[in-house]
């Protein structure tokens, strides 16, 4: 399986960034993790803070990949466009956050990618993306 985790702005700080809320592994260490746990899958990262990059990203793998593990991170709550593009593309996207977003505050309840998501999984810190490449499996 052909998988590729899309994390949005900030999540270049994993690990550093307020790690009560996120922890404390970098996403580096966390995907040797993973890869080597998931033989069967091709599990490639991409991160971008710029909301266009990450469009261009979905158009990129989602006529060809089997699956998009989204972390929007803010542009969640806020990006029209990245939401169109999820419903643009045909490869299922599986919205991902590391937090519980509905605990947090109001505007973190907001979501332009779940709509058109095969799936929702949050709040299980790093763990959620290993869920939710499971779901792919
Ligand atoms: C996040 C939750 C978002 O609200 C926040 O802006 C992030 C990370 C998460 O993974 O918990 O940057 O997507």
Known sequence: KKLIIINGPNLNLLGKR????YGSLSFT???DQIQSK????TIQHFQSNIEG???D???EVGFSYDGIILNAAAYTHTSIGIGDAVKAIETPVVEVHISNTF???????QSYVSPNAKGIILGFGLQSYELAIQSFL
């Open 103 to 109: 605990g947090r505050e109001e505007f973190r309840h």
């Open 53 to 55: 990059e990450l469009i």
């Open 18 to 21: 307020e790690p009560n809320i």
């Open 57 to 59: 990203k979905l158009q």
């Open 38 to 41: 998931y033989p069967s899958a």
């Open 29 to 31: 260490e966390f995907l």
